[in-house]
């Protein structure tokens, strides 16, 4: 047991605790038919929380932490702190990336022997705590190889290096017993596109992106694959901009009933959506994966990636999530990192415990507007029209017999109110 | 003939004139193989010169108009003033909706009264002059019946009017020769998820359009159905909201071979794109239909549909249409209105002479760029790599394969400049 | 008594209410030792209630009202009908503009005739109800003659109409017991910085209002003479940005004793800044006046004006205006209007109620982490360090003997956590 | 002489070249009675040429340069190439950072004593070189000792080393007769108001700044000390968000006669500017001092520095600075960094080059236009109204006295068009 965290106890359900406690999370509480613990089926992320040092693009690192280096007696403290932390928290599940758990090797089998013992290691983390793996993922994003894409770039040696990653990566998946495999083109785009070749580039990707589920059939890996939408940031422009951008691409190469998505809030809302837009267009076209539970700052137009603090918010993306049924593999990862002047061991699990309430009332109060009725009412209510043998007609019909009708003068429309200041007070009574 | 435009004499290709001229626009100069007339084949918006009464969201009407009245009357010199007009510029195409050419009427019919005579009306001009229609469009978001949507109403009646007025548009192009027609779904969205059913109302739209793609082969319309794309404004979600998100609709819907795309410039600014992405992107998908010159402020959040005044930006739009082929059955619709402020007749021509003058200039830049190889070259070297055999051969391979290969240590890839300033230089040696 | 509002009743505080009832706004309740009514101080709009149509830039009127007319009566049965819905809800303000009280006349003194038997049915208004006024204020910027400005118009006939409208407003704000009077730009601006004397306009601007304080001391008006702060729209860049930028104005115009501000959530969303960084900029420099407690949408780049209903952010805000004391003559005014699909009386009900519930839950919150020093007490403790004699000592030194003393080692900074999650975590707590 | 820029031979003026050459920037051609080079005044600046290598939040490390290092050696040899490229491109000026051009030592004097090396370094290179110093300034946000402030922080201790390292800064700015000293606030401001004292901030704020001036008036400096105003990033919300608000600052802190402004493209854009507003603010208030001429991308939500490439922007910021009266101290620095994929020397020289030439372009458009009166003249007549006796009478008149003429119905506004068509007509005309 290192001393890192020093005298923090393991956080637990206390509702009048004075310091650390869960105050609305209660694993064992059921929810909606099911504990909260396998509604919302918490992940951590190891990158942000154990290898991000606190720089931005103006100042580098602000952390002290005992396990920078490079090396792999760094990268298995790293380790061992945080699976501390998972038990601290109590987190069901964490989420990787392969460049964020080993030091990089001088040549691919080097940083691959690397990558394979700290999967042993995590692997017998696994089998001696109640931790277990939401995600992997490749970093193809970090290293200047990839600077100019992974599976798009313009040199197809990349596109080989990124290949080989991915299989290494998921089959490290595989075997840790991952839910899901993730995949973020961070630098799947252009900087400009006077040296692009954008189609030539979606291909590729198209093309890549079928390997990796061929590749998971082979294997027998069970889990979904997701892709991660993100509309900007590293790169000026994203090829998986939002969810319908990305359901787009994925009917183009045939892969809409393989793949599904892992949403994250922030990138919702660089794309200029809500997250519980994105989430509800993800239910519709069926592809709804996983969620990244961070919020951006709205009036910071870059990926702030910070822990969620607002509940109505929260209420409303897992409102969507439960019209969907709620997650079958998928979970709640906080893709989130501590601003970076919270220097303290403690500020991890602060923003954690904070972060998984935030989440707890949320889900609560979706669960009870969903049992209540409150919303599906008066939606049922609004469309009620459509479900009259005339309107389901005119849906088989043809525009001259529905001309005719109406030039006849039979219809003839009268607005109603949308009611939204009403709908609006209905939530806030819940949350 | 009015006095409306007074003095002011027809527009012709001067270089060298004083006042008011085309100083860059010479319809008959050829350009990368055809007439520059040919190449822009601009059309005048019916709507934003004639109709809009220059308010605002805070103000009303600035702008003094013979034509101003809803009746017949003022109907038909709106339209007697607007071929003045067409006539004064030179141009060779305008576009309508519905609405803006004819007042309401108290019913369906009545409106349709309305509208056949205007289209009686605007078919002898047609024969009378070299103006031609690029396209008709039904206005299915002024009047307060579209308020919540115009086929994706919750009202099965609404979806039925609209349905008969596209059909009318419909029939009105087809008999003006139109060669397009064009739709934007400026309502269909939402204005709160919380009273939407939005997989109900997409099913709608994807069901509408086919009504429509059906009812054009039924005519035997030859012009192009084409969806404009916007991502908010007047709705606060819209579905069409950019290139990429209709085309996975229109995937969806099974439409993607049958309808193709009126990108403007505004609109993709207001989805976080600029105008060369979404021509780009729709080149690449295959459905580049036509476009709608028209500028935003980029730090205004809303449309302001301004004149074009930049040619670096007009220039790379243009470059992206010649890539394409040009326009088939296209065009360049300035789909712009003047400031507010800008009362004066004259103010109408200038903001035509300059926008057709700084789209003269933009495709002669492009077309240089195309003939002298200036960015193509370079492209072309970027991806070199991608044509040898071997990496061809690995886009019909598999992970495993390419992993060996590369743990085998035969891949080490070494990036290589992008060059992005260099190209931009090239790009302001021709703007 | 109308019968537009039909059988809705009064609304009061009943927290455990089925239907319509205030179940957090409590009037008499005392919170931070006043009543919630004296601390909130609310007020209705006339103008978004009861005079804007529904209208957007893409779409007409939607709403049906009895007083839709420009004449006396129907100015009058407006009237009749505000009162109405203040006594419903039971607000202890309203505010107006002149142009939304009064139809136009064909001259300035027609107008202020209309305008003058609007105030004295107010002024009856007021002596037979509870309701107050809290400000009064000119629309300088809805009819065409202000399309250019009001007080920086280059006609300077316009400036001279501005002020001659301005005396009248005042002079009523002051007959009605106004407790302010509101002076909102919209036209003060520019569209174009090609047309634009940004100089002359700015020190126009500088010399009417210098005018209006005279004018105000004059008549012996008590209350605050308020600038609304708005970044753009309907102007494309507006000369009251946002607090800071408008206190170097007052600062410049030797202002700054005499003028305080009205901030508005929606205006400081617009300018790219939080609400309650405005509050706070506002109260350090001694200028924080009143509020329009009307939020935007973060993803819509217009003025959404919409009911507040976010708690965590009304919280946050009302604690700076307690940290300031809590209003003198300001008040919290809801300068929102109705989605324009809300069509029914019952709607404009149900918006105020719950936008006032939402209110009171921030301020009962707000009141609570003061008293508990929940926040304090840890910022206090973040800048302890400059507390003691030595840092105090520094402020008044100069660069050289400080530089002295670190060059010689003596200080060698740590930095130490900011703790905003956690922060962020205690603020959780209470909302 | 490196071998680093290889065969790159100094860069001439040579408007028919096919390689590097200038094409528009001739320094000894007269323009507006000035020489281009005393006009432009252009610097290059050292960090980001020099220090950035290639980073972004999501990757490290792009570009290879054999000054890479942290010892004197190293830094050193950064010098010596710098001077090379400064030669090539025949720049008067350059610009530094204190911490760019050293190494960080292990105390504040053994940094000092680096930072002392360099700057003689510097000074034998100024004086057998044609270079000469535009600004220096101290990099106060890069390294965690200012990750909450510098003068702002809550430790007096940061304070006191901010304090130090600008007096030498400014020491070694003034050895090396440099034009200016800037000061850029990259971390005063906050990341959350929950943890921030704002008042006491900007005092201790202000404070600092007066120490600065008054060292400045001890030791003779007769360069402008100039603030550089940014509204965020990477602090949330940094306290300089733009012209009128620094102006604000230096009139409540009594420095609006002594300090004056850095304006850059990136940053007004970042806060909602154009950058000729921001320019022609700061000359109407009297502070304009020198430019940062790298733009941002109008849809990239963060600071991404590029060279500018479009020439009707420039054009309209030289507008402002030659209505001005043009540069005094000031000059043009690029705080422009390449692409992270532009990885070669020659990017380097190309990108400075091109944004040369786009700045010699706008310039000579700029000029010409003021001397055609082109926009002058339209301006003058629009506000000729101001002119008359009466209306300048009216300036020092009163409310009541306007009033009483206005309703006497002598006033009666015509609005008149303003012409923003036309005028961009017209510019368009000069670029």
New interface residues.
Partial sequence: MSDFFGDIAPVSYNPDAEGLAY?HYNPDEVVAGKRMEDHLRFAVAYWHSFAWP?????????FDRPWWGDDMAAARLKAEIAFEMFEILGVPYFCWHDADIRPEGD???AS?RNFDEIIDLFAEKLDSSKVKLLWGTANL????????GAAT?????????S??T???C?DATHRLGGQNYVLWG??EGY??????????E?D?MG?FLN??V??KH?IGFQGQILIEPK????T??QYD??V??V???L??YGLEKEVKLNIEQGHA??????F??EL??A???GVLGSIDMNRN???????TDQ?P????EVA?AYYEILKAGGFDKGGTNFDSK???????P??LI??H??AM??CARGLKAAAQMLEDDA?EA??RA??A??E?P??QA??T????T??A???A?E???????????????I???Y?
């Fill in positions: 105050r606190g720089g931005d693009p103006f100042g580098g690192q602000t040549s691919f089998a691959k994003f970090s290293h200047r190889r990839f600077m100019s770039n313009p040199d197809p040696d990349v596109f080989a290096w290949a080989a991915v299989k290494n998921l961070g630098r900087e400009t596109l006077l040296n692009t070749d954008l189609g030539q979606l590729h093309r390997m990796v061929d590749y082979k509309p900007q940031e590293p000026k422009h901009y939002d319908a951008t359901y787009g691409f009917q183009k809302i660089l794309a200029g959506h809500s519980e837009h509800a267009m239910r519709e076209l700052d709205y009036q910071s137009g870059w990926d822990f603090n607002n509940v109505p409303l501590l601003r970076r002047q919270s220097l303290d403690s500020d602060e923003a415990v904070g309430d935030i919303l008066p939606r609004r469309y029209g459509w009259t005339e309107a005119m849906l019909s043809d525009l001259e529905i001309a009708r109406v030039e003068g219809v003839n429309p009268a607005p109603r109110s949308g009611q939204q200041e009403k709908l609006e007070n939530v806030s009574r949350v």
